[in-house]
């Protein structure tokens, strides 16, 4: 029982790179926090109203409380240090790099126990144009589909990952307020998210329960599930921390639990921390393609 909660949190990333990669539309009024306000007069973003009875201007609020899909463009591209540790011992490390524009992801794994290729020994870089990619193995090309299909999945998961605060109002969502709950002292008001299949074209979707701030508009933390894998409701959870670099609200550490193997709680299967973030670097799709 346990050992299956945590394969399917270790396959997680790459069934959330399915969702779509748009974003939220017109970004609204920033959060009640002192960095962003700042940011948004810069940008003249237009304010929309954090409304309990429209849940699209929650989602589109969180959006502008962690800085706006146009600050977060304006920066260009990011790099940044992510680990991707399990309990037992087992990590994966990567260099990540993304450039926002074409959604061009990159990354380059020094330590590859879990996800990628955990038998091959040295360095593999993995590379998606936005419509391409590109695996490497201590620089020579890997052809193989269950490689290229890995790149692939891994690549656009972990762009969403990053991004995902910016997307959750994206065509083919839909949104149902689900009132409030209190969690460890604070309230928070809940926001499913699904997704339609006729406008994804997957015949099975992920969905979501986002726990908002009220106070500052951010989520705090999320439930989902996994229907790939058998998880039809969204009982998996993520606990986020955050950090206010060049005007975006950057979550640098998402700690997953599931479901212990007696139902009794929850217990930790992942904890994935991002380090050493750097926005605006200059990066081309040229010069990541050829950096294997």
Sequence with gaps: MRSKNY???????????????????????????PEAAPMVAEQNEPATKYDTSDPMSMLASVAQACGGMEQLKSLHDVEFDYHYLK???KKDISTERYIFEGEVSWARYTVHEENVAPT????????????????????AALTDPMHLGGGTFLRKANYMWFTMMFKMC???????YMGQENVDGTTYDMVSVNYES??????????????INPENQMVEQFKFSLPAMGVNQPILLAKLSYEEIDGIQVVTNRQMFGPSPDGNG????????????RFNNGFTEEQLSKEV
């Design 7 to 33: 394969l399917i949190i270790a396959i997680a990333p790459l069934f959330g790179a399915l969702i779509s990669l748009s974003s939220c539309g017109p970004a609204p009024e920033a959060a009640k926090t």
């Design 87 to 89: 309990p037992d011992g």
């Design 120 to 139: 091959l020994v040295g360095d593999v870089v993995q590379f998606n144009s936005g419509t391409e990619t590109h695996v490497h193995h201590d620089g």
């Design 170 to 176: 994206d065509p083919g969502t839909s949104h149902e």
């Design 198 to 211: 006729g406008v994804t074209g997957k015949e099975q979707n992920d969905s979501f329960i986002l726990y």
């Design 266 to 277: 929850m217990v930790p299967m992942v904890d994935q921390q991002l380090k050493n973030i």
